[in-house]
């Protein structure tokens, strides 16, 4: 099978486009033809070496993939069966996507909707559910579009447009943050009611800033997170899911403490089953599949290696797609 294989026999990672032999694979009671997979800020640093994603030797990245089950020893799935594939540690410590074929558990795997084809699953991929499960955490922790503007750090990276899109289309105004302002007029279209220079949240730090929003997605960390919970309305929350700009948080107990502000923590890749199905079905119903086909671009098989570099850069817009099969 066709395959993106990650290899170290030293010191130094090497990686290439070549044929695997299947009876590699790992262990799984499930069995996929993938069609398409992905290309994620994760499977950058993964590909490049730049951070030690992978965590064993040899590897299939690609933390997304979505395709048909060729065999289940699965209850949940027969062979036809139209599957889409999250997290759970896929090309980090068990062969990914960026393969013809894929063994996984079953466990693993979501249905995927009938509202939505093997592509736009894919477009939709780990950046997209990310950023469906932030909007959940916002909702379960009472922020309504009458409350005031939502802010998304990243908005024109995969988290940030999916999730600039899907609060626009429940009502919200939402404060798109980009470090690119050329982006304005794609993030416009996406539903944005207005645009933030990046440098507004990576300046000085306060403890308490003046109140602006009633709530967050956050992709960056760091001095990104920390200014932007100082500028919180009274009970505002912030769904925090990124750490584009570093793991720290130089921030204060101010805004917690004085504001009752909250910061939830959203993570996708060992988020439990029921909380995937329901983000799944959630994004069959909300997600405008236009706006995901317009934030969405296609990069050949061929082409991921010399692309990844770009993605570390701050150089992609949206959502990347691989057709696999």
């Known amino acids: 099978m066709k395959a993106i294989f990650i290899e170290k026999p ?9 044929e695997v032999s299947e009876d590699l694979l790992p262990e799984g009671d499930v069995l996929v033809d993938v069609a398409f997979s992905t290309l994620n800020y994760k499977d950058a640093l993964a590909i490049t070496g730049a951070a030690p994603v992978v965590r064993s030797f040899p590897m299939v990245p690609g933390i997304d993939f979505s395709g048909t089950v060729a065999a289940s020893a699965h209850p949940d799935f027969k062979p036809g069966d139209r599957v889409v594939l999250n997290g759970w540690g896929v090309g980090e410590t068990h062969w990914g996507g960026l393969a013809e074929r ?70 919200y105004e939402v404060a798109a943050v980009t470090g690119r302002t050329s982006e304005a007029d794609y993030l416009r279209g996406l539903g944005a009611s207005s645009v933030i220079d990046r440098a507004e949240l990576t300046g000085k730090l306060r403890p308490l800033a003046k109140e602006r929003w009633a709530g967050g997605i956050d992709v960056a960390g760091s001095t990104v997170l920390a200014n932007m919970l100082s500028m919180m309305k009274y009970r505002g929350v912030v769904a925090a899911c990124g750490l584009a700009a570093g793991m720290d948080l130089p921030a204060s107990v101010a805004p917690f403490i004085l504001r009752g502000v909250t910061l939830a923590g959203v993570d996708s890749v060992m988020c439990p089953k029921p909380d995937r199905l329901e983000a799944w079905a959630r994004l069959a119903s909300d997600l405008d599949l236009g706006k995901l086909a317009e934030m969405t671009v296609e990069l050949p098989f061929a082409q991921v290696i010399e692309t990844s570099p770009r993605f570390l850069e701050g150089a992609v817009r949206g959502r990347i797609v691989v057709p696999v099969s």
């Open 10 to 18: 030293g010191d130094t990672q090497s990686v290439s486009v070549t």
């Open 102 to 171: 894929a063994r996984v558990s079953g466990d693993w795997l979501v249905p995927l909707p009938g509202a939505i084809d093997l592509r736009q699953a894919a477009a939709i991929g780990t950046a997209g559910y990310t950023a469906m499960l932030c909007v959940l955490a916002l909702e379960r922790h009472g922020v309504t579009p009458d409350q005031g503007e939502i802010v998304v750090s990243g908005a024109a990276g995969g988290v940030g447009s999916v999730a600039t899109a899907l609060l626009a289309a429940k009502g």
